[in-house]
């Protein structure tokens, strides 16, 4: 469990919540007489980009407090359940645009896959758009709409499959599933729209991308610019 300092944003250490050592630590002591002060960390938290986070649908009041530092002006839900009583109360009181796809894209019979083309397509346009950023992605594990989600994104942003993969995993832990993977693996990138606000971190990949498809054009079959 981390704890941050609300003022500075720093974060002042980690502990288990079962290790004994938390109630020797002389942070226990100013967390018992300043309750208030400090917050706790979201399960699944993340920073996937800049202006985009992750972590789960399921939040205590104390991980609520803890997105005061995110700014956010956007929470996208990924699954069908929707927010909490508290986490919506929150977003009203905050101005933060809510957008439940998991509600308005949710569809039966989906076969083998997990989640619909749909919603993930609707997503990854959602989550370019620099209108919506700061942009906070949620679903109820954290891991099973939120990890695929984001597997698409990195197809997007064209990471190697092993690297998705990878980072997939390393979220998921023994939740997650094969099904998952290979829906990524299939996901047509050509679905999605790129808006035309798109963040500088995805216009910027994209060029490094092209000028790495030229360079490797060129020592394939020489310079034919000229």
């Known amino acids: 469990m981390g704890f941050f300092s609300t003022s500075n944003f720093i974060c002042v250490h980690q502990f288990s919540c079962n290790?004994?050592?938390?109630?020797?630590?002389?942070?226990?002591?100013?967390?018992?007489?300043?309750?208030?002060?400090?917050?706790?960390?979201?399960?699944?938290?993340?920073?996937?980009?800049?202006?985009?986070?992750?972590?789960?649908?399921?939040?205590t009041p104390d991980q609520i407090k803890y997105?005061?530092?995110?700014?956010?002006?956007?929470?996208?839900?990924?699954s069908v359940e929707g927010p909490s009583r508290a986490f919506s109360q929150y977003m009203k009181k905050q101005d933060i645009r809510r957008i439940h796809l998991g509600m308005t894209r949710w569809q039966s019979n989906?076969?083998?896959?997990?989640?619909?083309?749909?919603?993930?397509?609707?997503?990854?346009?959602?989550?370019?758009?620099?209108?919506?950023?700061?942009?906070?992605?949620?679903?109820?594990?954290?891991?099973?709409?939120?990890?695929?989600?984001?597997?698409?994104l990195r197809k997007?942003?064209?990471?190697?499959?092993?690297?998705?993969?990878?980072?997939y995993r390393s979220f998921a832990g023994g939740k997650g599933k094969y099904t998952q993977e290979l829906f990524i693996e299939l996901f047509?990138?050509?679905?999605?729209?790129?808006?035309?606000?798109?963040?500088?971190?995805?216009?910027?990949?994209c060029r490094m991308w092209e000028e790495e498809q030229k360079q490797r054009f060129i020592e394939l079959h020489g310079d034919t610019s000229g």
């Not at 997105?67 to 929470?75: A, G, N, P, S």
């Not at 346009?125 to 597997?151: D, F, K």
């Open 156 to 167: 997007l942003q064209h990471w190697n499959f092993n690297s998705i993969v990878y980072e």
């Open 67 to 78: 997105l005061d530092t995110l700014k956010l002006k956007t929470v996208l839900i990924l």
């Open 110 to 152: 989906l076969g083998w896959k997990p989640v619909s083309e749909e919603l993930i397509k609707d997503a990854l346009e959602c989550l370019l758009n620099l209108h919506n950023h700061p942009l906070l992605i949620v679903c109820s594990s954290g891991v099973r709409e939120t990890g695929t989600l984001v597997g698409c």
């Open 19 to 59: 290790s004994p050592l938390i109630f020797k630590h002389p942070l226990f002591t100013i967390m018992k007489e300043l309750p208030g002060y400090f917050v706790q960390v979201p399960e699944a938290f993340s920073l996937i980009e800049e202006g985009v986070y992750r972590c789960s649908g399921v939040l």
């Open 188 to 205: 047509d990138t050509d679905l999605v729209t790129v808006p035309e606000s798109l963040p500088e971190w995805f216009v910027e990949e």
